[in-house]
C-alpha cells in the first residue's frame, strides 16, 4: 500500500502505511523498505520546500512590492507546515527506527537522515530557531560521520552523508572551504579503492560522485559572491 499511495501521489498516506510497517517490526527494516522511506519523506515535504522558494521569488520581485506584507505571511505558513513535516519525520526515526540499528551502516542512513530533516526546516527558519535548527542538523550530521568511519569509502551512504554535509556547510555555514574539504575527502576516498567495486556498489557510487563533481566544481569557480544552485540527496 505504501507503493500504491507512492504511485498515486498520496505522500501522506506512504508515509502512514511505511510508520505502520516501522511500528510492527522488532527488528530494523529492509533496504527496500529505507528506500521507500526515503521517497515518501522526501516527497511529503517536497510540495513546501518548492512553495517557499517560488513565493520568496515574487516577493523580491519589485513588480510585487506592495504585496511584500502578504506574501511574508504566506510563506510563514509555508514554513510552519514544512517544519511540521519534518518534525514529524525526525520523530519517526528518532523515536521509531534508529534504536532498532542493526549494523554502522543503518545507523548513518538514519543519522543522515535526521540532519537531513533539521536542515530542510532550516531552509525557511529565521532567528532563534534558525540557529537551534541549524546546530540540531550539525550534530547528527556529525554522528553519521563518526558512525561511517568504519564504512568502505565507496559505501552510497557515507558517499551520500559527505555530499548532503558539505550542502550543510555550504548552504547554511556559509562555509565554502568546508564544503570543498568534506567533498574532495570523499571523492578522493571513493577514487583510491574504486577498482574494488562491484557493479552494484559502482552504480550506486558513481551517481553520488558525480553530484559531489558538480558541487566542488561549481564552489571552487565561484566569484564575486554569487549563489549557486548545489545538489543533494
Same mark, same amino acid.
Given at each position: ?6 504511485? *498515486? /501521489?498520496?505522500?501522506? #498516506?506512504?508515509? !502512514?502505511?511505511? &510508520?505502520? $510497517?516501522?511500528? %510492527? ?39 510585487? *512590492? /506592495?504585496?511584500?506584507? #502578504?506574501?511574508? !505571511?504566506?510563506? &510563514?505558513? $509555508?514554513?510552519? %507546515? ?40 532550516? /531552509? ?110
Amino acid at each position: 500500500m505504501a507503493r500504491v499511495a507512492d504511485q *498515486s /501521489e498520496r505522500y501522506e #498516506d506512504m508515509v !502512514e502505511f511505511l &510508520e505502520q $510497517i516501522i511500528d %510492527e517490526s522488532t527488528e530494523d527494516v529492509s533496504m527496500d523498505v529505507k528506500n521507500l522511506l526515503s521517497v515518501g519523506f522526501k516527497n511529503l515535504i517536497s510540495a513546501q520546500r518548492s512553495a517557499y522558494k517560488t513565493v520568496q521569488a515574487i516577493e523580491q520581485n519589485k513588480k510585487y *512590492s /506592495e504585496y511584500s506584507g #502578504d506574501c511574508a !505571511e504566506y510563506k &510563514e505558513k $509555508i514554513s510552519q %507546515e514544512l517544519g511540521k513535516n519534518c518534525g514529524r519525520v525526525i520523530e519517526i526515526i528518532k523515536s521509531k527506527s534508529l534504536s532498532k540499528a542493526s549494523d554502522d551502516e543503518a545507523k548513518v542512513f538514519y543519522l543522515k537522515m535526521i540532519g537531513d530533516y533539521f536542515r530542510y526546516t532550516a /531552509e525557511t527558519a529565521t532567528g532563534s530557531k534558525l540557529e537551534e535548527v541549524t546546530e540540531s542538523a550539525k550534530s547528527y550530521y556529525e554522528q553519521a560521520t563518526e558512525a561511517a568511519k568504519t564504512l568502505k569509502p565507496y559505501n552510497s551512504n557515507k558517499l551520500g552523508l559527505a555530499l548532503n554535509f558539505s550542502v550543510f556547510h555550504y548552504e547554511l555555514k556559509n562555509d565554502s572551504s568546508m564544503a570543498c574539504k568534506i567533498a574532495e575527502e570523499a571523492l578522493n576516498g571513493a577514487r583510491d579503492e574504486i577498482d574494488s567495486m562491484d557493479n552494484d556498489e559502482a552504480r550506486d557510487a558513481l551517481s553520488i560522485i558525480e553530484l559531489l563533481k558538480e558541487n566542488l566544481d561549481l564552489w571552487k569557480e565561484e566569484e564575486g559572491g554569487e549563489d549557486n544552485a548545489v545538489e543533494d540527496l
